[in-house]
């Protein structure tokens, strides 16, 4: 008896360094409880692009060939045994995260802190969990959300930065009216402005060193005002680099015309002296929201922070914010998000698309923010 033939489909995979290739797969029906995806577009995030230079992201390094990608959205062409939600035809955004459902974690509606959770395009478990860079994934359809109908593939792509800054926002207890810092003028740090606009936040503000996307943020309606950080030599110790944490926060907050500080701030840089001007950026009795994957030990003004209670939080990816995210995208709120998307590539063409996220700006000299990679690209 011959062998069963299966259909193929192409991937692009991760086997260290700067080394990509585009290879046929075989295409395997979905499993019980899966759905399998034909993915449309699939946005490229700082860690998939760490994962590319440098074959690891932070503590987590490749150890056998990897598919990257976890920002996702695509069409249901068939659904596994046990599948009632989802049918063939059905667009869909991936909740990238595979949580297990059986510990404390995911029992309080934590699942992101879920210790067995696999992800996506994540080297930190092993065998590794392919991401989004191919044709079509199977994946558990209890984290497959229907798009609604005035949401594109892209857009459908941005709900999981989206839902980081919305697992933020709430972690920070945004409220209508607070006043908001944001550090990093990035397609995370725009997220950060887009919700807490969408939140009632009274006045957005944001720090950045690139003036492009200073601009780009005050033109396009996310932030009301902005300040440009000056490119200063190293410092020569830790006590230098607090003490021009503080003067450098001391400026913008003048400049701001905010001398007391702001409500909430979200760091999404995850630079050292950012995250220190944070803290002197904070109101007393304030929070700083520390969302940028940055450096690993940082040296921080705890007495600054202590004396005036402003409370520094931790968040880590989300955890039940996909629903909110896509409603959110529908309800036009998010003015101008689509602007995110500056470039955009075919699935072969993923190597490039890397390239141009690492030097930050394309032939032309146009800024990139965040770019896409897939069909209808």
Same mark, same amino acid.
């Given at each position: 008896?011959?062998? &069963?033939?299966?259909?193929?489909?192409?991937?692009? &995979?991760?086997?260290?360094?700067?080394?990509?290739?585009?290879?046929?797969?075989?295409?395997?029906?979905?499993?019980?409880?899966?759905?399998?995806?034909?993915?449309?577009?699939?946005?490229?995030?700082?860690?998939?692009?760490?994962?590319?230079?440098?074959?690891?992201?932070?503590?987590?390094?490749?150890?056998?060939?990897?598919?990257?990608?976890?920002?996702?959205?695509?069409?249901?062409?068939?659904?596994?045994?046990?599948?009632?939600?989802? &049918?063939?035809?059905?667009?869909?955004?991936?909740?990238?995260?595979?949580?297990?459902?059986? %510990?404390?974690? %995911?029992?309080?509606?934590?699942?992101?802190? %879920?210790?067995?959770?696999?992800? %996506?395009?994540?080297?930190?478990?092993?065998?590794?969990?392919?991401?989004?860079?191919?044709?079509?994934?199977?994946?558990?359809?209890?984290?497959?959300?229907?798009?609604?109908?005035?949401?594109?593939? +892209?857009? /459908?792509?941005?709900?999981?930065?989206?839902?980081?800054?919305?697992?933020?926002?709430?972690?920070? +207890?945004?409220?209508?009216?607070?006043?908001?810092?944001?550090?990093?003028?990035?397609?995370?740090?725009?997220?950060?402005?887009?919700?807490?606009?969408?939140?009632?936040?009274?006045?957005?503000?944001?720090?950045?060193?690139?003036?492009?996307?200073?601009?780009?943020?005050?033109?396009?309606?996310?932030?009301?005002?902005?300040?440009?950080?000056?490119?200063?030599?190293?410092?020569?110790?830790?006590?230098?680099?607090?003490?021009?944490?503080?003067?450098?926060?001391?400026?913008?907050?003048?400049?701001?015309?905010?001398?007391?500080?702001?409500?909430?701030?979200? +760091?999404?840089?995850?630079? +050292?002296?950012?995250?220190?001007?944070?803290?002197?950026?904070?109101?007393?009795?304030?929070?700083?929201?520390?969302?940028?994957?940055?450096?690993?030990?940082?040296?921080?003004?705890?007495?600054?922070?202590?004396?005036?209670?402003?409370?520094?939080? /931790?968040?880590?990816?989300?955890?039940?914010?996909?629903?909110?995210?896509?409603?959110?995208?529908?309800?036009?709120?998010?003015?101008?998000?689509?602007?995110?998307?500056?470039?955009?590539?075919?699935?072969?063409?993923?190597?490039?698309?890397?390239?141009?996220?690492?030097?930050?700006?394309?032939?032309?000299?146009?800024?990139?923010?965040?770019?896409?990679?897939?069909?209808?690209?």
């Amino acid at each position: 008896m011959s062998p &069963v033939a299966f259909p193929t489909q192409n991937a692009v &995979v991760l086997y260290g360094p700067k080394d990509l290739r585009l290879e046929e797969r075989p295409q395997w029906p979905p499993r019980q409880n899966e759905a399998q995806v034909a993915v449309m577009a699939t946005g490229l995030c700082g860690s998939d692009l760490h994962y590319y230079l440098h074959g690891r992201n932070g503590d987590f390094a490749v150890q056998a060939p990897m598919v990257l990608g976890h920002e996702a959205a695509g069409i249901v062409t068939a659904v596994g045994p046990g599948v009632r939600h989802l &049918v063939p035809g059905q667009r869909v955004a991936i909740e990238a995260g595979i949580m297990c459902n059986n %510990c404390k974690y %995911c029992s309080e509606g934590r699942y992101n802190l %879920c210790k067995g959770l696999r992800f %996506c395009s994540s080297a930190k478990t092993f065998p590794h969990l392919d991401g989004t860079l191919q044709s079509r994934i199977n994946h558990p359809a209890h984290v497959l959300y229907p798009l609604p109908d005035n949401v594109s593939f +892209e857009q /459908g792509a941005l709900a999981e930065p989206l839902s980081v800054l919305l697992h933020a926002s709430k972690r920070a +207890e945004l409220k209508a009216g607070q006043t908001v810092l944001v550090f990093g003028a990035g397609a995370i740090g725009m997220l950060a402005c887009a919700v807490a606009k969408s939140q009632g936040a009274s006045r957005i503000c944001v720090i950045d060193i690139n003036k492009s996307r200073l601009d780009f943020a005050l033109n396009n309606g996310f932030a009301q005002q902005a300040h440009q950080l000056p490119l200063a030599d190293k410092a020569k110790s830790s006590e230098d680099q607090l003490r021009r944490a503080r003067e450098n926060a001391g400026i913008a907050l003048s400049e701001f015309d905010v001398q007391d500080g702001f409500d909430v701030v979200f +760091e999404c840089t995850g630079a +050292e002296p950012c995250i220190q001007m944070s803290i002197h950026a904070a109101i007393t009795g304030g929070k700083v929201m520390l969302i940028g994957m940055g450096a690993r030990n940082v040296t921080l003004p705890l007495s600054a922070a202590a004396t005036r209670e402003v409370d520094i939080l /931790g968040s880590f990816r989300y955890a039940h914010t996909y629903p909110k995210a896509l409603q959110l995208l529908s309800s036009g709120k998010l003015k101008n998000v689509d602007k995110l998307i500056t470039h955009r590539f075919a699935l072969e063409d993923t190597a490039k698309a890397f390239d141009l996220v690492a030097r930050g700006s394309d032939a032309s000299g146009n800024m990139v923010l965040k770019v896409v990679v897939g069909r209808q690209s």
